[in-house]
């Protein structure tokens, strides 16, 4: 029977160059930050109201903290809302009302499922058992599709680290048995490597879009329109744009590397083989994994009914209103939670599926960030400055439309994520992306999602996001190769982003 292990822990690895790089920024938004929040708190801005002007200056400082990440990006997030009850831009409960938002349970729910899935090994089951299909058979390009499209799939329910994370070691295994199967084929193997190791990273940024849950961006997006704009989009009605989104880009992620890494290599791979024998080590699925599932699956079915109901014609009806009122999607996360405390491993020993030293490893980092970027977003709307910042910026746009607006701030987030964190880029790109819009007298909808979106196309860097740092450490993925096929992908995403969200973006609220 498989057993309960530890959850396999990111190990992010960054060239000699790049830590002197980390070290220079932070000490630049140490000493850049203090004087930006000096210079705006005391210069005169008429046309501001005090709270305004004040929040101005502590925008500026924190803006500048989370890019330059000199401080730990969730202290950032908090630092923000105390600076603004201390200087008297809004009373204590409503700069940290947000903290307490409802999506906020819905992270906290879905980050206690995702480790349970660790705890408990599922994860890892279910990538050796897509990789142990026969039809996957000696075939690069298949084999390189399926580890991308497991990666992803995971990916839209847990993070983009912990997806890679996991799947990393099971790529680094596909690639030695190769070498030691096919020692005369090095060259093509290591392009084959690169290849893979690339799309572990890429998959899981990619599928993190699919869902509500599967990145943080996602859900600082929803909540952002729902608090500024009054906009509320559902679990199900998200899927809607993230979930062709996913398909879409990763399918031209899987062609452009058989395309540039594989056509022509003359390589065959026996992964069924070696996925099989893993399997055979994992044993039966155990209780554990089976209360997992459980949990899972009727916490997705309660997220996914309301769309169901409303695309059967049943959404207006007394159970549909009921069940929206009763089960809203944060309540959802937690019921599925709580079941994992509930249901036992080992009824005599009163073990059950998961432990609150277990639960409590989830990232509450993130949740910070969430909380201290949605209260600055809601002050920047309360007090006026959103207002007048985007009429500031409306004067550089030459052209306004949803669709220029779209694409402006689709790109603004995916150049912004390449250097900061993605979390902290949705934080300052969609509340400005929602500010322009309104100044322009247009729905905020399409550039907000636009920018959401582009907030976690982070491909070009091992800096951008931890699951590039992940396969770089791997030694396969050279710098210059992961900027030249990040900026190709990069691209790729921008289109499909704006097409996307042009195309179905109105069909989400």
């Not at 002007?53 to 997030?77: D, G, K």
């Not at 990763?250 to 083989?273: E, K, N, P, Q």
């Not at 980092?365 to 910026?393: D, H, K, M, N, P």
């Not at 050279?478 to 097409?499: K, N, Q, S, Y």
Request: hydrophobic share 55%; aromatic share 10%; with cysteine.
């Amino acid at each position: 029977m498989a057993r309960p292990q530890e959850p396999i822990q990111p190990v992010e690895s960054h060239s000699a160059a790049e830590e002197r790089f980390n070290r220079r920024r932070g000490t630049v938004g140490l000493v850049a930050g203090p004087i930006l929040f000096a210079f705006l708190l005391f210069w005169p801005t008429p046309s501001l109201t005090p709270e305004a002007h004040q929040l101005s200056a502590i925008m500026a400082l924190v803006v500048t903290l989370w890019i330059t990440e000199a401080l730990p990006i969730p202290i950032t997030a908090l630092l923000g809302p105390a600076l603004a009850v201390l200087l008297r831009v809004a009373p204590v409960r409503e700069a940290f009302a947000p903290f307490a938002d409802p999506i906020i349970f819905l992270f906290i729910g879905s980050f206690m499922l995702a480790e349970a899935m660790f705890v408990h090994g599922l994860d890892r089951r279910i990538a050796f058992t897509a990789l142990s299909f026969r039809w996957v058979g000696r075939s690069p390009t298949r084999v390189l599709a399926v580890y991308g499209g497991v990666t992803a799939s995971l990916s839209m329910w847990i993070s983009n680290t912990a997806t890679t994370a996991m799947m990393f070691p099971i790529g680094m295994s596909i690639i030695a048995h190769l070498r030691e199967s096919q020692p005369s084929a090095g060259r093509d193997i290591d392009r084959f490597a690169m290849a893979m190791m690339l799309l572990a990273a890429f998959a899981a940024s990619i599928g993190g879009i699919g869902t509500p849950v599967g990145t943080p961006p996602n859900l600082i997006g929803m909540g952002v329109l729902e608090r500024t704009a009054g906009i509320k989009i559902s679990f199900f009605n998200w899927m809607i744009v993230g979930v062709p989104l996913v398909i879409l880009m990763f399918a031209s992620a899987v062609a452009y590397f058989h395309f540039m890494a594989i056509r022509g290599r003359h390589l065959h791979t026996d992964s069924a083989d070696l996925a099989l024998d893993e399997l055979k080590k994992l044993g039966r699925l155990s209780r554990g994994q089976w209360n997992v599932l459980v949990a899972f699956a009727l916490t997705v079915a309660l997220w996914l009914t309301p769309g169901v109901l409303a695309i059967t014609g049943l959404g207006d009806t007394p159970f549909a209103k009921a069940f929206n009122a009763a089960v809203p999607e944060a309540v959802a996360a937690v019921a599925g939670a709580l079941l994992l405390f509930m249901l036992p491993v080992d009824w005599s020993q009163r073990r059950f599926t998961i432990t609150w030293n277990e639960a409590s490893r989830i990232e509450w980092g993130i949740i910070l960030l969430f909380g201290g970027g949605l209260s600055l977003g809601g002050l920047a709307f309360s007090t006026g400055l959103a207002e007048t910042v985007g009429r500031g910026l409306l004067d550089w746009v030459p052209v306004r439309s949803p669709l220029t607006f779209t694409m402006l701030f689709t790109a603004l987030g995916i150049v912004l994520t390449e250097v900061s964190s993605n979390t902290a880029a949705a934080n300052m790109v969609v509340p400005i992306a929602i500010a322009v819009s309104h100044a322009a007298g247009m729905s905020p909808l399409e550039p907000a999602l636009g920018a959401t979106l582009g907030c976690s196309m982070a491909f070009m860097l091992p800096i951008s996001t931890p699951p590039n740092a992940i396969v770089y450490s791997s030694g396969y993925v050279p710098i210059t190769a992961m900027m030249r096929h990040g900026v190709v992908i990069d691209v790729i995403a921008f289109v499909l982003i704006v097409v996307v969200v042009t195309l179905l973006g109105g069909l989400v609220a």
